[in-house]
């Protein structure tokens, strides 16, 4: 005997549309509207692609209408800067050839250098670092 010809009711479509939106894994969808997962990109493909785009559409509206309310200023900066390809100016350090200054490590002088020693990473001289064992400070 055939099995019966898969019909989506009205309520299906919603909630596959709805947890589409909210970003369901289609596996999950599947499993809640008790379908194979073939089924439900078969017979929802619609409602899988729109849930999306309507869930970021909203999030975009209401990102929008935070960033131009002029209360909050980090909505506007995070909108100019993903939306307006607003970029901050380059730095000195993002000149070609510019080498970079290694962070400061909280760690002291003569311990730093007793572990590039001990690791077989060259000294540093640019910079004299205390060194408590040593006769000339």
Known sequence: MARPAFSPTPD???AAKLMAGFGTPQEQIAQILEIAPRTLRKYFRAELDRGKAEANAKVLQTLFSMATSAKNTAATIFWIKTQCAWLRAPDKQ????????????????????RLREQSGQPQQSSTREHDPESTHE
């Open 12 to 14: 299906q479509r919603r």
């Open 94 to 113: 993002d000149a070609p050839g510019h080498q970079p200054v290694p962070p400061k490590s909280p760690l002291p002088g003569w311990l730093l250098r």
